[in-house]
């Protein structure tokens, strides 16, 4: 693992077409390990933590999405890459989004995993009051729910292991890396939803039929916005795809960006 100028701790594997994964809000990059393993077989794989999360340094401005879109270009530009598929997961499909709109020539293929789109009133009031726990409790106040909602009853009773290194991820957040990145990610999404139709790129669009935070009526809504979007719909999936249904997921990715 190496780290770009702006202290942002990024990690290539692989040859061939290259394409960047970018994490959840509190997780790191690490939740991509079964994705790297498969997509480096035929792809250069780059991973990287967001500002303020695992290995990478706080943003030296106050963080909004363009923010962390000036990330992703810096890591592009740190492997002198001039185009690149983006895959996103969660606040990472808000700002692979982000990206392609500002740089379209630099997107190949786009992926929304598990992503918010065009939230109901009672969705978006949902998320901004876990928010606000966070901010007057302190982050760790929304973990145990937070596991629930991400992992199913049996992944958590069959793989303590797992459990446990996404509870010390989120447990030894930076609070001033997390709670920024939180805020964006429970108020923002409405501002994407007003320019989607722009993107142009092939979109892979994909979340759980269990997905609270990210429906299924979501990802079909965001795909009748775009000119070019495949959706798949996981049964009984939740929100940590790539890490409890890795096979699934490193599958459909492959089978997406071979295209």
């Not at 035929?42 to 967001?50: A, E, G, L, P, Q």
């Amino acid at each position: 693992m190496t780290k770009t100028r702006d202290g942002t701790a990024v990690l290539a594997t692989g040859q061939g077409n290259p394409v960047v994964l970018i994490h959840g809000v509190g997780l790191d990059q690490t939740i991509w390990s079964a994705q790297r393993d498969v997509l480096s077989n035929d792809h250069k794989v780059i991973t990287y933590d967001i500002y303020g999360h695992g290995g990478s340094a706080l943003s030296r401005e106050p963080v909004t999405l363009d923010v962390f879109s000036g990330q992703l270009l810096g890591v592009l530009d740190h492997f002198e890459l001039d185009r690149a598929d983006i895959v996103g997961f969660s606040i990472g499909s808000l700002i692979a989004e982000t990206f392609c709109l500002a740089h379209p020539d630099r997107v190949g293929r786009l992926g929304v995993l598990n992503g918010v789109f065009d939230r109901s009133p009672e969705e978006g009031a949902g998320v901004r009051q876990r928010l606000e726990t966070a901010r007057t409790e302190g982050p760790g106040a929304i973990i145990d729910a937070a596991v629930e909602r991400w992992f199913s009853p049996a992944f958590r009773k069959t793989r303590p292991d797992v459990i446990a290194a996404v509870r010390k991820r989120l447990e030894t957040n930076h609070p001033e890396g997390f709670l920024p990145a939180y805020g964006i990610f429970a108020h923002i999404d409405d501002q994407i939803a007003e320019r989607i139709g722009e993107i142009k790129s092939e979109v892979l669009v994909m979340t759980g039929t269990l997905d609270a935070g990210s429906t299924p009526a979501m990802a079909r809504r965001l795909a009748k916005r775009l000119d070019d979007a495949r959706v798949e719909i996981l049964e009984g999936g939740r929100h940590m795809m790539p890490v409890e249904n890795a096979d699934y997921v490193s599958a459909i990715l492959s089978d997406f960006l071979k295209r």
